[in-house]
Structure formats: C-alpha cells, structure tokens
C-alpha cells in the first residue's frame, strides 16, 4: 500500500467533509449570526462530542485500533471477528445506558459546560435532544476502526459529510419553518445533529458486510455476560482506563474554556467556534489524515518488531506535517480576515464578529503546526499500547494551558484562549517527540535541515504574498460585492499554492520524492 495514495485518498474525503462544514456554519453564522441562540446550540452540541471524543474517537478508539490490528495480524480472521462481535455488544449495551443518563442529566451538564449562556434553558432543551448522538457516533467510530484495519479508508472518512448536509437541510428549511410556526428556529439545529447521526450510522452496515465484519449485537443479557467474559473486551477496558484519563485531560481542557469563553462575551463561545471550524480545515485534511492511516500500519509494524518501518513511517509523516501544515498556519495567520469574511460576513453575521473571530483565529493559527503534529506523534505511542506516557504530557499541557489563561484571558479575552490552546499544542507536540526520541523507536532520517530549509523558502515566499493581500484588499470593506471578495480571495490562495509549488520544485522537491510504500 503506498501510504501517500492512501492519506490522500483520505484527505480528499476530508476535504468534502470539511466544505460541507463549512457550508454549514456559513449557514448558521448567516441566519443566527454570533448571538445568544447560537452559543446555546454550541455548547449543547459540544456536550455530546465532548463525550463521544472521551469515548468513541477519544479512548475507545485508542484502545480498540491497536488490539484490532495485532490481533488480525498474529491470530487471523476468526479470532479477529470474534474480538469485534465482544467488544460492539458490550458497546452498545454501554451506550445505552450512557444516553439515558446523558439525557436526565442535561441541565447538570449544561451548568457544567456554559453556567454563564444567556439562553440556558434552550441549551437544556437542546442537549436533550442531541445527547443520543453519541450512541450513533460511538457505533460509528467502532466501524471506522474496522473499515481501516481492513484498509477501507473511504466510507469512514466521508461519513461526517451527511453529519454537514442534515444540519445544512435544518438550517435552510427547517429554520423558516419552525419560526413560521412560532417555534425558536435554532431547535431546527438541534434536530438537523440527530438526523446525521441515524444517516452516518446507517451508511456503515453495507461498508461492514462487504468486508465481512459486521458485529453482531448480543442484546439480551445472556448475550452480554457471553461477550463480557472475551479476553479482547477486558484488554480494552484495561487499555481505556489510562486513555480515557488522557482524552479527559483534553475535554476537561476544553470544558474549562468553554465555561470561560461563556462568561467573557454574549457571542465568545460561537466566535471561538467559527474559528475552530477554520482550524480544523487543515487540521482533519492533514492531521487526521496521516493518524488515520498511520495507526493501524504502526500497530503492524509493532506486532512484526519491524522497528525500521515503523521509524520510517513516523518520518514520512512528520516531514508531511512540516511540508503541508505550515504554509496553512500562514494562512490562517497573515490572511485570517480574507478568510473569515469570505466564509462567515453575511446576514447577521456582523464587521464586529469579524473581529472577534479573526482574533480567535490568529490563536488557533499560532498552534497550527503543533496540532497536526500530534495526529501524527500520539498514533506513535498508541501503536505501542503505550497510552500512559501521552496522558501524562496531556495532564501537564492542562496545568500549562489554564495557567495561560490567568495571564492571556484578562489581556486578550476570548482570544487569550485560543492561543493558550495554540501554545499547549506545541508544548504536547514537543514533548511526545522527545519521548519517542528517547524511547529509541523514532531515529530521524537524514535530510531534515536541506529539507526544512527548501520548505521556509517557500513559506517567505507564500508569506509575503499574504501579507500583501491582507493589506492591499479591503475584505470588510467589499461586504456588498461577495462574489467579487469569494474570487479575490479564490485568487490569492490559488496563486500561493502555484507559488508554494514553483518554489519547492526549484528547490528539488517533488512529489515522487513523498511517496512511501509499505
């Protein structure tokens, strides 16, 4: 398998995912703007993908890949298809139970998240009927880690898309339609969440039957003790234990500014969220798309004691990371208002939240690099079914990052948590190098200084050209001419990508010289 063809095809979905996204909160931003509304439906949302990270993406996920993917390699499919029959039946009996008391404790949870939100009781509301999103999710992430153990990266990655079109749909018809009826229309929102969690789920089944590995549920309780009693199941649990501590540290992180973000501004939560949508652009088209495809190659690697694929990997990645991510973070950086404009200044959507967003951006946009390293160094530790070092950096980068925001949030305000979150990141990124550095099983090729000088070549160059249009170009200004502002911007990304390239290939890179095949 050639691990360039395989990211990008993963990368590629991604980026459809991540239009559609940005569709939606175009949508939102344009029809709620930043308001009392929309911070309710933010935090609501954020409650159930708060958990589904702690334990579908976040520690399951963590825990289940590595165990999948040694399994299938030393003990072959029987044994494989066994550990998945177990480990989905005490899932959702899990889940089950989770969803009904996510959804009796939602003022709780709402309290815990935004005590400061001015629509409290819509939020509430709203968490009622979102929560149950994690059971679809959750189900979700078992069956990506299935579908790319088996090397099946397109449906997993796709999936998010019905997740963007369902709340498009809300927001553009369901909106106008509960406000006709004299019904706040951001419930349509909240309905929108659930219809994509039921499709993404749905779309699974098939891509599960055609590789042959779709579980069967036990859900009666002699099912379950059945399934409770496989060794595979008390191995994650085992494996989870520590994760789930690591992942927490990131959600009680993000808890925290949240709960800041509510009391700082009516409007800090939705501009910090908009923002966060822009970072994660890059973020999910590099980052996690190198982590998808690399975990369940490194945890191959791992099982044969190949260290010399494994280092190499790892290699491959980070210089991908270093070629890929920084010129986004000059984007999103030296370009943000072009950005923000172009994507959000419609509607309600006021020159005031552009600002405030811009601002956030420029936090995220610091942390960039860091961001999209950790999708790739974290998968490193979790291939080894070494989850306590990584959560022992996570608890460290917590106590940095919330001793930031005792300095930055008084000076810089909703934005002091964005780059408090920017700096932790390089923090955690440095230190899970080091770590792997010094743990032996990460030894960096030769080449890195020619390399990473041939790459700040053309980042000078791409820089330069953004910090001429962030001048010349009234973005703010052109609010009436849209489409004249969406082809200006358009322009200046399309002619840096052409100058990134033209400098890179002058420097002797090219995209041969990327490819890597296992």
């Not at 749909?169 to 419930?187: D, M, R």
Request: charged share 10%; aromatic share 10%; proline share 4%.
């Amino acid at each position: 398998m050639n691990l360039l063809k395989a990211a990008s095809t993963v990368s590629l979905l991604t980026l459809v995912s991540r239009i559609t996204g940005l569709v939606r909160e175009q949508l939102i931003a344009a029809s709620f703007g930043a308001s009392g509304a929309t911070d309710a439906f933010n935090v609501a949302f954020r409650i159930p993908n708060l958990f589904r990270r702690l334990f579908a993406e976040g520690a399951f996920s963590q825990a289940f890949v590595p165990l999948l993917g040694a399994t299938r390699e030393r003990d072959g499919e029987a044994a494989t298809f066994a550990l998945v029959n177990a480990v989905a039946t005490v899932l959702a009996w899990a889940l089950l139970l989770t969803c009904i008391i996510g959804v009796a404790a939602a003022p709780a949870l709402v309290w815990l998240m935004g005590s400061g939100l001015e629509q409290f009781d819509t939020a509430t509301v709203m968490t009622r009927w979102m929560f149950p999103y994690i059971g679809f999710m959750s189900m979700v992430a078992l069956s990506a880690g299935i579908l790319n153990t088996w090397k099946r990266f397109a449906v997993p990655a796709v999936t998010p898309v019905l997740l963007n079109l369902s709340v498009i749909a809300a927001a553009w018809w369901g909106a106008p339609w509960l406000a006709a009826k004299g019904i706040a229309p951001v419930f349509a929102l909240a309905g929108g969440v659930m219809l994509g969690g039921v499709l993404q789920l749905a779309v699974q089944i098939p891509a599960l039957a055609a590789v042959g590995c779709l579980p069967r549920l036990g859900m009666t309780p002699a099912r379950f003790m059945q399934a409770w009693r496989h060794e595979g199941v008390h191995r994650v649990l085992r494996q989870m234990a520590p994760a789930m501590l690591g992942v927490s540290v990131a959600q009680i992180s993000l808890l925290i500014n949240t709960q800041i973000a509510t009391h700082v501004a009516v409007g800090a939560v939705s501009w910090l969220t908009y923002a966060d949508r822009l970072m994660e652009f890059p973020t999910a088209l590099l980052g996690v798309a190198m982590g998808v495809v690399l975990l369940p190659q490194l945890s191959a690697a791992q099982a044969r004691q190949d260290l010399t694929a494994y280092s190499g990997m790892l290699d491959w990645g980070l210089r991908l990371v270093l070629l890929l991510a920084l010129p986004c973070a000059m984007a999103l950086l030296l370009l943000p208002t072009g950005l923000v404009t172009v994507l959000y200044h419609y509607g309600a959507f006021s020159a005031t939240d552009v600002d405030a967003t811009v601002l956030a951006l420029r936090g995220y946009g610091f942390g960039l690099l860091g961001l999209v390293a950790i999708k790739v160094l974290a998968p490193a530790f979790y291939a080894r079914q070494d989850i306590r070092t990584p959560v022992k950096i996570a608890i460290g980068v917590l106590v940095a990052t919330q001793l930031m925001n005792l300095v930055l949030v008084p000076w810089l305000g909703h934005a002091g948590l964005a780059l408090s979150i920017g700096i932790a990141a390089w923090i955690n990124a440095g230190f899970l190098l080091m770590g792997l550095v010094r743990l032996g099983v990460f030894k960096p090729q030769s080449g890195w200084l020619g390399f990473g000088l041939r790459v700040m070549a053309g980042n000078l160059a791409m820089a330069a050209l953004f910090y001429w249009a962030a001048g010349a170009i009234d973005w703010v200004g052109l609010h009436a001419h849209w489409a004249q502002r969406a082809g200006l911007l358009a322009l200046v990304l399309g002619g840096s990508v052409l100058l990134y390239a033209g400098v890179l290939g002058l420097c002797g890179i090219r995209p041969r010289d990327l490819s890597r095949k296992i």
